[in-house]
C-alpha cells in the first residue's frame, strides 16, 4: 500500500531544482559548521526569501508529512525490498526513464548524471568503492517510479521522533506537520536515547534510506555513511543532532563531508561517452555489487 499522498506530487518542474536550491544555500567550499563559527541562522534564512515558489512548496509538503508514523510506514512498505530484483547497471537504466522534459538546462539523462559524479571522484584518484558509491548514491530516486510523490524521494534529511532543528531550511512549515503537536516527539531526543548513534535515528523518508538498505551488507562502512546521510545537510553542513551522534558517526563524519562536494558540483561537467565508461563500471559493479540486488 502507498501511503503518501497523490495530490501536489510534483511541485517541482524539475527534480533537480532541489539541489540548485542547494547550491545557493552552500555554495562550493563553504564547509564550516554554525555550530562551530557561531553564525545565527539568519544568514541560511535568507534562502528562503528568494526560493522558487514551487522550491517553497516542495518544503511545504514535505515538512507536513514526513512524520515518524509516516516514516514507519514507509520502511514497512519498502524494505522489505520485495519489489524487483535488477543489477546495478540495470536499475541505473530503470532510473533513466524518469524524465524531466520541463527542464531547459539539460538534455542528459539520468544515467549520465551518475556518470558525471562518479567520473569526477575517479578523475580525483579516490578508492574504487569511493567511485562506485558516486555512482549509486541517487538510485534510490527510483522511488518515483514507484508512484511516490517527490517531498518522499528528495529533500534534505532530518530525523523524526525528537526535536526539529532550527538549521533545517523552512523551518516555520513544520507548524503543519501533526508531530510539532506531540510533546514526546519535540523534546531535545525524543523517542531516542542521548549518544545513541544516528543508526539508531529514524531520518525523514528518502532516495538516501533506500539505496542504503538495498546494498547495506555489501559495500565499506565509508561508503553508506554516503549513501545514508548525503541529505542529511543539518548534520554534515550545519552541526545539528550531535547530541545523537556516536563515536562511530563522528569518525565518518569526514567522509560525508568529502562526497558532498561531488553531489553538488558535478553536474556542469561534459556529457559522459556512456558506452566507452560501461566496461569499466561494469567491472568495478561486478567487484562489489555483483549479480542482480533485492530493491
Known sequence: MN???????????????????????????????????GKKATKFRNYETTARPSVREFYRLNHKYQ???????KREEYLKLNR???????AMEFLNTLVDDSDPDTDLSQLEHLLQTS?????????????????????????????????????????????????????????????SANSRLQSANGVYEPGCGLDKVMLSWGHDEYIYNVVKDKMPIEALYMLRYHSFYPWHREGA???????????MLKWVQAFNPYDLYTKDHKKPDVAALRPFYEGLIAEYLPGKLRW
Open 3 to 37: 501511503t503518501a499522498s497523490p495530490n501536489n506530487a510534483k511541485p517541482l518542474e524539475s527534480m533537480d531544482l532541489w539541489e540548485d536550491f542547494l547550491k545557493e544555500r552552500y555554495p562550493e567550499g563553504k564547509t564550516e559548521f554554525l555550530a562551530e563559527t
Open 67 to 73: 512524520t515518524y508514523d509516516f516514516n514507519r510506514a
Open 84 to 90: 524487483r530484483e535488477m543489477g546495478v547497471w540495470e
Open 119 to 179: 567520473e569526477q571522484i575517479r578523475a580525483d584518484g579516490h578508492p574504487r568503492w569511493f567511485i562506485l558509491a558516486g555512482l549509486i548514491h541517487d538510485l534510490g530516486k527510483i522511488l518515483c517510479l514507484y508512484d511516490e510523490p517527490q517531498w518522499a524521494v528528495v529533500g534534505d534529511t532530518f530525523p523524526v521522533g525528537c526535536g526539529y532543528s532550527d538549521t533545517i531550511v523552512f523551518h516555520s512549515f513544520f507548524a503543519d506537520n501533526p508531530d
Open 241 to 251: 543532532y550531535s547530541h545523537l551522534l556516536n563515536d562511530q558517526d563522528r569518525a
